[in-house]
């Protein structure tokens, strides 16, 4: 679909989306098909947090009152006091990431890193990242095994961590029916996750794996809330919402690096503005044999591996 056309399409809201709902299914279907909706907005949310207006639709001052809502809830609901920021891509930067699997050891640092930095339900020792441990010589992904428990690296395997891929052309955005998920300049796919009806069909159209769904309310103590926040990115997420990596864009975006890439032992992670001629992931892109995963699907991968030759 063109960009024009794209423009022209009307902005689906949560209370058109439910009025289109409501004639579809007829008055009686439709009071019981929202029941539960009502039931948990209800228990769940404000008034104000129902309706509130789409990130891209609201003002500094609608987006600064929605903020200080959330940083009280956050206060009330976990004991914490925090600082929620809107940071905003920078103009030229592009960003991209590449990971050295020759030097990478299965140790998921980069994992726990996540966990931790990105305010992840403690209980479901959450994250964002995936690591795979695969047999060497093969790059067939549903073999690779995610739950390995034994010391490593194992002299037989190598290891591949995998998270969201920042595509180019990503399907994630493409079937959210309320556009709650979208690409923005940078190249971060980011979500609005006080818009996501937390449907899931951008989970289901993710070829990665790479989306999670908060099933119950995150459970993190007071004293282990990480409290540099952004807005789209690590702020406590609600439930029944949602997320996915965004390249710590509250770290990157103010010119520091994602914490998985510090937590990483072994240097395996690269990182940077792929639109800078000097930056290190640039470098790697233009001298190493680079590749990304199921390149076959046309979703442009931002994330590449390589191999030390």
């Given at each position: 679909?063109?960009?024009?056309?794209?423009?022209?399409?009307?902005?689906?809201?949560?209370?058109?989306?439910?009025?289109?709902?409501?004639a579809t299914l007829g008055a009686a279907a439709f009071a019981v098909a929202v029941a539960p909706i009502a039931e948990w907005a209800a228990q769940e949310t404000s008034i104000d947090d129902f309706l509130q207006k789409h990130y891209k639709e609201m003002t500094p001052d609608e987006l600064a009152k929605v903020i200080a809502r959330?940083?009280?809830?956050?206060?009330?609901?976990?004991?914490?006091?925090?600082?929620?920021?809107?940071?905003?891509?920078?103009?030229?930067?592009?960003?991209?990431?590449?990971?050295?699997?020759?030097?990478?050891?299965?140790?998921?640092?980069?994992a726990e890193a996540c966990h931790i930095e990105n305010n992840h339900d403690?209980?479901?020792?959450?994250?964002?990242?995936?690591?795979?441990?695969?047999?060497?010589?093969?790059?067939?992904?549903?073999?690779g095994n995610a739950d390995y428990d034994h010391p490593v690296p194992q002299p037989d395997k190598y290891y591949m961590p995998i998270q969201c891929q920042q595509c180019a052309e990503p399907p994630c955005t493409d079937v959210?029916?309320?556009e709650a998920t979208w690409q923005e300049d940078d190249g971060i796919v980011v979500v609005d996750y006080n818009w996501?009806?937390?449907?899931?069909?951008?989970?289901?159209?993710?070829?990665?794996?790479?989306?999670?769904?908060?099933?119950t309310k995150p459970e993190v103590p007071a004293d282990q809330i990480n409290p540099d926040q952004s807005y789209l990115s690590n702020r406590v997420r609600p439930?029944?919402?949602?997320?996915?990596?965004?390249?710590c864009l509250h770290r990157t975006r103010q010119g520091r690096l994602p914490a998985c890439l510090e937590a990483c032992p072994t240097g395996a992670r690269v990182f940077g503005n792929v639109l800078d001629k000097d930056s290190e992931v640039r470098w790697v892109l233009e001298n190493k044999r680079v590749f990304v995963l199921k390149e076959e699907l046309g979703t442009r991968p931002q994330f590449f591996y390589f191999f030390d030759e």
């Open positions: 679909m063109s960009d024009e056309k794209k423009h022209s399409l009307p902005v689906l809201n949560r209370r058109t989306m439910l009025k289109a709902t409501g959330l940083k009280e809830e956050t206060k009330k609901d976990y004991g914490a006091d925090v600082e929620i920021n809107d940071y905003r891509p920078q103009p030229g930067v592009r960003f991209a990431y590449a990971l050295n699997l020759s030097i990478c050891i299965g140790c998921r640092k980069c403690r209980p479901s020792n959450n994250s964002y990242i995936r690591v795979l441990e695969m047999s060497k010589g093969s790059v067939d992904l549903e073999k959210c029916p309320v996501c009806i937390g449907c899931r069909y951008c989970e289901a159209a993710c070829p990665y794996h790479a989306r999670r769904f908060n099933w439930r029944g919402t949602m997320e996915k990596c965004t390249f």
